[in-house]
T-cell receptor
Framework: AQRVTQPEKLLSVFKGAPVELKCNYSYSGSPELFWYVQYSRQRLQLLLR??SRESIKGFTADLNKGETSFHLKKPFAQEEDSAMYYCALKAGGTSYGKLTFGQGTILTVHP | KAGVTQTPRYLIKTRGQQVTLSCSPISGHRSVSWYQQTPGQGLQFLFE???????NKGNFPGRFSGRQFSNSRSEMNVSTLELGDSALYLC?????????????FGPGTRLTVT
């Protein structure tokens, strides 16, 4: 069975500082990894996925299969980045629409 | 394009009762997934439907069931409600065909069991 771990429940940084939200996973196959974000009073939405290797809102994430990690990074945090962030994994095979989520990290960016 | 809608948004039920939640996916999406969100367990996958067939199922008791209609709208049902079923129930829709498709989430239905 697959598992996603986000070790930090809360993360606080100041505006302009770098931020890294950690995500580790356990899965024996080749996973597909995602970061979802939930801003205050908004619905959960996709931030980025590892297969597209794109940068969204200045965030990037690299899949490290050796360390089984998919950390989310941004070099200069903004106040509008304050939100709940979830790392999610889709297993291969017949997982179809099933995502396994981590417990989430609440990011607060102080002015 | 209208987003995923869920009805009702809030629900209060008594232990032992049953409840039906509804999810309307984005037009053209054929897959609907359901998740339970609680402070203690986080987001947990319940099941996924594609073209009226359940394609995947999470580790929930048989009291939790679902179905999908020909227009891709989906319902989930919880019978014999327990206090621990109090949660935010989210549905997500996607195209659902081959490949990896983004899941678009609805606002959720907040269920309180008293």
């Amino acid at each position: 069975a697959q598992r996603v771990t986000q070790p930090e429940k809360l993360l606080s940084v100041f505006k302009g500082a770098p931020v890294e939200l950690k995500c580790n996973y356990s899965y024996s196959g080749s996973p597909e990894l995602f970061w979802y974000v939930q801003y205050s009073r908004q619905r959960l939405q996709l931030l980025l996925r590892h297969i597209s290797r794109e940068s969204i809102k200045g965030f990037t994430a690299d899949l490290n299969k050796g360390e089984t990690s998919f950390h989310l990074k941004k070099p200069f945090a903004q106040e509008e980045d304050s939100a709940m962030y979830y790392c999610a994994l889709k297993a291969g095979g017949t997982s179809y629409g099933k995502l396994t989520f981590g417990q989430g990290t609440i990011l607060t960016v102080h002015p | 394009k209208a987003g995923v809608t869920q009805t009702p948004r809030y629900l209060i039920k008594t232990r032992g009762q049953q409840v039906t939640l509804s999810c309307s996916p984005i037009s053209g999406h054929r897959s609907v997934s359901w998740y339970q969100q609680t402070p203690g367990q986080g987001l947990q996958f319940l099941f996924e439907y594609f073209s009226e067939t359940q394609r995947n199922k999470g580790n929930f008791p048989g009291r939790f069931s679902g179905r999908q209609f020909s227009n891709s709208r989906s319902e989930m049902n919880v019978s014999t409600l327990e206090l621990g079923d109090s949660a935010l129930y989210l549905c997500a829709s996607s195209l659902g065909g081959l490949g990896v498709h983004e899941q678009y989430f609805g606002p959720g239905t907040r269920l309180t069991v008293t």
